[in-house]
Structure formats: C-alpha cells, structure tokens
C-alpha cells in the first residue's frame, strides 16, 4: 500500500452553527493519487480544500496531512485558487508572480538568490510559457494565467497540488492542454482538484471524491447515471450540458 498522504477522520465544519458546510467527511489519499473532488456549488469542495491547506480548523474530527497538522504541512502544498479570489489588474510581471511561489525559501526581508530564479525559469520552461516571463498578467489569456498560478505552485517545491476549479476561466482547447498537463505532472506529484466539470475530469483522474456535504469516495468506480443524478439532483443531461456551457 503506498504511504497517507492526507487522512482526513470524521471531519466537520460549519461556518454558522448548526449550519454544516461539511459534515462527518472521511477519506485518505494515498502518493501519486490524482483525485477529482466533484460536485455542485456551494456543497462544500473549497471548503475541504482550505481544511486541508490549514486555512480553516474543522470544528471536529481530524486532519492529517503528511502525517502533521495541515497548518504545518502548509509549506509542503502548492495551492492554485479560484480566479476571483485574485485581481488581474494588479501591475506585476509573470516572473515576478512565480518568484512568490518563493518566498518561503528566503529569509524575511532577504533578496531573491540566484538560485530562485533558476528555479523559477525551470518551471516556466517545463509548462511552455518562458515566452510570457515580461508579461504582465493582465495580458494573459484564461490559460496562460492559469499556467503561471501552476508555475507559482510549483516554485514552493510542493508534494501535493491542490487545484480549485483550474479550468472555470479557459476555453475548451486551453482546459484539454491543462489537464494533459496535469496528468503528466501527476507522474512528480499528488494531485487533488476540485471541479464542478465531471465530465471532463473523469478523462484524467485515477479516484473520485463525490461531495455535498458529505463526502462519497470511489477508488477507481466511474460516476454511473444514477449516481450523477443522486449528486446534482437533476437530470445527467443538464449536468454535462451546464458544464461544458460553462466554458
């Protein structure tokens, strides 16, 4: 069996009480898992995602993440947040947005070395974007940008990715590119996504997590009709034709 990475027991989270965001959720996730968190807004994906990174402290059960408390394990994750959790009007240049990936490697007020700057021309040539290094990233298009927030993860020098919606502001042809990514990245690392997009996704992942606040996982099941529908509440056919619309 290969080792835990993340272990989560029994875990329950309300932002108002007696109002649960998550309740009673628990899973493992093992090395070199690729595993797609779906289900529909608002059941509680970026939540799980912020218990995990250490963001939020569930109000019980336990979370283990390389076998310590997540605010600890914290330096050991690269996080790509949604889009709108950012501005894009914000004058900084692609290098500069991935050397932040960075600065958990440097001393408080020290310098970038010269050693952070190869590091992070490294990533941007392994993700194909060494072109953009000037740009600034209001230039970029939905899947450039999403390549550098890739890139600035990465720099951290992570063991786990954890990606939220990667794909919600890409055309259909940057989000293939993205995941064919993805999953040759998958090869270095464990990777949890959290996606509304089940169709697509179930392409690339090797495990599914299905969530609405509560959590159902599947080793390797596919997502059957009858279980899509369970999930969402609606007809399968308007879950594939409300996800694709929406890119």
């Not at 997540?70 to 050397?99: D, M, N």
């Not at 440097?106 to 700057?117: A, L, N, S, T």
């Not at 998958?186 to 609405?212: E, K, M, P, W």
């Not at 080793?219 to 056919?237: C, F, G, M, S």
Request: with cysteine; charged share 25%; net charge positive.
């Amino acid at each position: 069996m290969k080792r835990p990475i993340i272990e989560c027991k029994n875990v329950s989270f309300a932002y108002e009480k007696g109002s649960f965001a998550l309740e009673n959720v628990s899973f493992r996730v093992e090395e070199k898992d690729f595993l797609g968190i779906v289900g529909p807004n608002g059941g509680g994906k970026s939540t799980l995602l912020k218990l995990i990174l250490g963001l939020l402290s569930p109000d019980s059960g336990s979370i283990k993440v390389l076998g310590e408390d997540p605010s600890t394990a914290r330096v050991k994750i690269g996080y790509v947040p949604q889009f709108r959790t950012f501005s894009r009007t914000f004058p900084i240049s692609v290098e500069k947005t991935v050397l932040m990936g960075r600065l958990g490697k440097v001393r408080w007020m020290q310098k970038y070395r010269k050693e952070d700057h190869d590091k992070v021309d490294q990533i941007l040539e392994k993700l194909q974007i060494s072109h953009l290094k000037q740009r600034t990233i209001g230039t970029l298009s939905g899947g450039e940008l999403q390549r550098v927030m890739i890139a600035r993860a990465l720099a951290i020098e992570p063991e786990i990715l954890l990606l939220d919606e990667p794909s919600s502001s890409t055309d259909p042809y940057a989000e293939e590119n993205l995941f064919d990514l993805l999953k040759e990245m998958n090869q270095t690392y464990t990777i949890l996504l959290a996606s509304h997009d089940i169709g697509f996704i179930s392409h690339y992942i090797n495990r599914v997590a299905c969530i609405y606040r509560t959590l159902i996982c599947h080793q390797t099941a596919p997502l059957t009709q009858k279980k899509l529908e369970e999930l969402y509440q609606i007809p399968v056919r308007m879950i594939h034709h409300h996800t694709r619309e929406k890119v």
